[in-house]
């Protein structure tokens, strides 16, 4: 590739296009967290001012529950000082900036971090245009790599700051390039492998990389005077050893603490989430979780080696916890286990850094189980985030599968929300546990367009027992947290509804194919269901009310533009939230 074809997506229209729609993100986002009051001027019309009111941006929005804002990107233009003038989002956050409580030191990370997501958005529009229609039926890894807009929340949401314009075309989810990975040998010493039940570390890696590589990468320590016996083998993301270990770990590689063995021979595919490899050669093979040192959307993607210890205990603890609950059982809720994990203690940068840094998190990975060998004759698999993806002709995945089905718009919603919602309402009321159960999180299965049952994933660093007086087994406590009773219901109402719920809604609705009343009332219904249906957890009914009038509005972006490096204090979750005033809630009429 020329230095020029490196470059070749960002054309005049292609920025042009993905600034249009970046700031109508911005606009709707940032109206729904209440940092901008657009003014009303009648007709569906609305004004922003600048903060120092000399640009004004003016749009048309049809106004849904929630608070949702669903803007036309074609109806925004731009004026400043009464003369028109084009869409630039870098300028956008500038004549905000005070209105948006971006700092002086945030500031200019955060355009960074949307220049980077212009990017990617130009690359993605110079992909050939696939309908939803055809999209449904692409296959499990064509969905995940058709994704165009990552997280629906987050204007900033594909930062990924670290990757060059070359790595980006190499390990960027949607650039669907296959990857092979990089795998070094880790002393003992410093190194550990914790396994789920059942699983020993040497059949396993056998078993993941083939005899014949593990050989070969045995040799390659011969060769150099090393015992295998000594070593641990780690996968690592080819990015994180060019930019990250060959230079920050250089003192581990000249005292053979750690040597590269070189690349393995599957080829994996990047995940949404960015640092997740899904195994091309072997589907039924585990996935790959590694550790990531590049900014992206509030946190720096590291693994962290001392979490990685307890991961495949809460694993197993939590599918013996879904396999033992007739109700979740009954729903065909299924985890992906985290059946074993690897990490590296880099001894002196622990010794300078608390447990939170960044330096603790840069060598270490995990292996997930796939959901490809769980399917049965006719079912298929998608992420739950396809269901928002909307394509350009503005129809979403869910109506595709809807009309798919042949079912009713709300029969088909109920059978989505008994696989995908009646499992997070059980978790919360009869254990206190809650997921972080966004799209990227969730895979669905499928048969003739409708939703089977629901799998989630990523376990350990996501889930919560919000009870601190909860009983659990010692290698499993650091998921016990304590968290007000005013905000545990949050991890519903902000997470499912106002996260998730108020897109899929607004999209179907905007379609024609089901309107908003008719969506909260078949959520309200599948709600009071299941809820008739465990009457022994009446009490806890009426203590966290899925029915109450109104919930606090929690804020995404608030925390991303108040710290862009960190959006949470990693100890102290819930009190770093972002609470702006109330949503009316939509249950609340039924």
């Not at 004759?377 to 394509?391: I, K, Y």
Request: charged share 25%; aromatic share 10%.
């Amino acid at each position: 590739m020329t230095l020029s074809d490196a470059v070749a997506h960002l054309s005049p229209h292609r920025w042009a296009r993905a600034n249009r729609l970046l700031i109508r993100k911005a606009l709707a986002e940032f109206a729904h967290e209440r940092l901008i009051t657009p003014q009303d001027s009648g007709d569906g019309r609305y004004a922003v001012h600048s903060d120092d009111g000399r640009t004004r941006y003016t749009f048309t929005a049809a106004r849904r529950a929630l608070d949702h804002w669903h803007i036309d990107p074609e109806s925004i233009t731009r004026h400043r000082d009464d003369a028109e003038r084009e869409l630039a989002a870098l300028d956008f956050f500038i004549e905000l900036q005070k209105s948006l409580g971006l700092s002086e030191e945030i500031l200019p990370v955060y355009l960074e971090e949307i220049s980077s997501t212009l990017s990617g958005t130009c690359y993605k529009l110079t992909k050939p245009q696939v309908r939803a229609g055809e999209l449904i039926d692409a296959g499990f890894q064509a969905v995940e790599t058709g994704m165009t807009e990552g997280h629906p929340c987050f204007v900033a949401n594909n930062g990924r700051l670290g990757f060059g314009v070359d790595e980006y075309r190499a390990y960027a989810p949607e650039a669907a390039a296959p990857v092979k990975l990089v795998w070094l040998a880790a002393h003992r010493s410093r190194a550990a492998f914790t396994a789920g039940v059942g699983i020993e570390y040497e059949s396993f890696v056998r078993q993941e990389l083939g005899e014949e590589t593990v050989e070969g990468f045995h040799d390659v320590l011969r060769a150099q005077d090393l015992d295998p016996g000594d070593y641990l083998l780690i996968p690592v993301h080819p990015w994180q050893w060019w930019n990250k270990l060959s230079v920050t770990f250089a003192a581990e590689i000249a005292r053979r603490h750690l040597v590269c063995l070189g690349e393995g021979d599957d080829e994996y595919l990047a995940q949404q989430s960015i640092r997740t490899f899904f195994n091309r050669s072997h589907p039924g093979k585990h996935y790959v979780k590694t550790a990531l040192s590049v900014l992206n959307m509030g946190f720096m993607r590291g693994l962290s080696a001392a979490y990685m210890e307890a991961t495949p205990a809460i694993n197993d603890w939590l599918a013996q916890l879904v396999d033992s609950d007739p109700v979740l059982r009954a729903t065909g809720l299924s985890i992906i286990r985290e059946r074993a994990a690897v990490g590296y203690r880099h001894l002196e940068y622990e010794q300078a850094t608390d447990r939170y840094s960044p330096y603790r998190k840069m060598l270490a990975a995990l292996w997930r189980e796939s959901p490809v060998p769980s399917l049965e004759d006719g079912e298929s698999l998608a992420t739950m985030a396809s269901l928002v993806h909307v394509d350009h002709e503005g129809a979403s995945v869910a109506a595709a599968l809807i009309a798919r089905s042949g079912l009713a718009p709300t029969e088909w919603l109920r059978h989505y929300l008994r696989a995908y919602y009646v499992p997070l309402l059980h978790s919360f009321y009869a254990y206190d546990l809650a997921y972080m159960p966004h799209g990227e999180n969730v895979i669905l299965v499928l048969r003739d367009g409708v939703v089977r049952r629901a799998i989630y994933k990523d376990i350990a660093e996501e889930i919560v027992v919000m009870d601190a007086d909860a009983v659990l087994p010692p290698e499993v406590a650091r998921i016990r947290a304590e968290v007000p009773d005013d905000t545990k219901l949050l991890s519903i109402f902000t997470d499912v509804f106002d996260c998730f719920f108020r897109f899929l809604a607004a999209n179907l609705a905007e379609e024609g194919v089901l309107d908003e009343d008719g969506f909260w009332r078949t959520v309200a219904e599948v709600t009071r269901e299941y809820q008739a249906s465990v009457p022994e957890l009446a009490d806890k009914f009426a203590r966290y009310d899925m029915f109450a009038p109104e919930f606090a509005l929690s804020c995404l972006n608030r925390l991303q533009l108040r710290n862009n490096r960190q959006m949470v204090d990693l100890s102290d979750p819930s009190g770093a939230l972002q609470l702006v005033g109330t949503l009316k809630n939509p249950l609340a009429e039924f």
